[in-house]
């Protein structure tokens, strides 16, 4: 169960991480400071895939989940915003 588990979370972040890229070369967005917050997402699934792995499962798992949760969401301002404007 556990194998199984960890080959679903993985071909989602896989599959995900390859639709952000796509999107992003099709808006033409650059630079990093707009990708941080789902690279602090991606850094949440992959944290807590190893700490389910590892028997990691505590205070830290739980704080650096809390931690990257707010990073992602504080990087939000860095986002493009993408507006139609066809009047």
């Known amino acids: 169960m556990e194998i199984l588990f960890t080959i679903i979370t993985g071909f989602a972040l896989i599959f995900s991480f390859i639709m952000v890229v796509r999107k992003r070369k099709r ?8 990708l941080l917050t789902s690279i602090s997402f ?21 704080l650096i ?3 990257l949760l707010i990073a992602g969401a504080y990087f ?5 915003v993408i507006s139609n404007l066809s009047s």
């Open 27 to 34: 808006l033409g967005f650059t630079g990093i400071k707009s």
């Open 42 to 62: 991606y850094l949440i699934g992959l944290i807590n895939i190893f700490a389910y792995w590892f028997d990691f499962l505590g205070i830290w798992s739980w």
């Open 65 to 67: 989940t809390f931690g």
């Open 76 to 80: 939000t301002n860095y986002m493009p």
